[in-house]
């Protein structure tokens, strides 16, 4: 019913940059929080960044000053500009969102991105 795409991934230096973009679509009646998450071998998934409909982000503390969330809710659209990238981002990133569908507008499903990696050399 709801897809999530990412793309932008890739390897960079470290103190490059990299954007990462994460498209919806399906039968969507809106979407409310969109955020980035990843995930490092042997680690949890954790919260990179995160965007309410209304603009409002949330930054992991170790992101802060580096990485920048927005969206394009015409084009149901998250991004994450990431700055300064250092070794320890390495990780798979994922997005995520919290939709309601459609078919049932009362009720909010949280949908997961397929991960798009981000490796950065030393």
């Known amino acids: 019913q709801v897809q999530l795409v990412e793309s932008g991934g890739g390897l960079v230096q470290a103190g490059g940059s990299l954007r990462l973009s994460c498209a919806a679509s399906?039968?969507?009646?809106?979407?409310?929080?969109m955020g980035w998450y990843r995930q490092a071998p042997g680690n949890e998934r954790e919260l990179v960044a995160v965007i309410t409909s209304g603009g409002s982000t949330n930054y992991a503390d170790s992101v802060k000053g580096r990485f920048t969330i927005s969206r394009d809710n015409a084009k149901n659209t998250v991004y994450l500009e990431m700055n300064s990238l250092k070794p320890e981002d390495t990780a798979v990133y994922y997005c995520?969102?919290?939709?309601?569908?459609?078919?049932?507008?009362?009720?909010?499903?949280?949908?997961w991105g397929q991960g798009t990696q981000v490796t950065i050399s030393s």
């Open positions: 399906g039968s969507i009646f809106s979407i409310n929080a």
């Open positions: 995520k969102a919290e939709f309601r569908l459609a078919a049932t507008p009362s009720l909010k499903y949280d949908y």
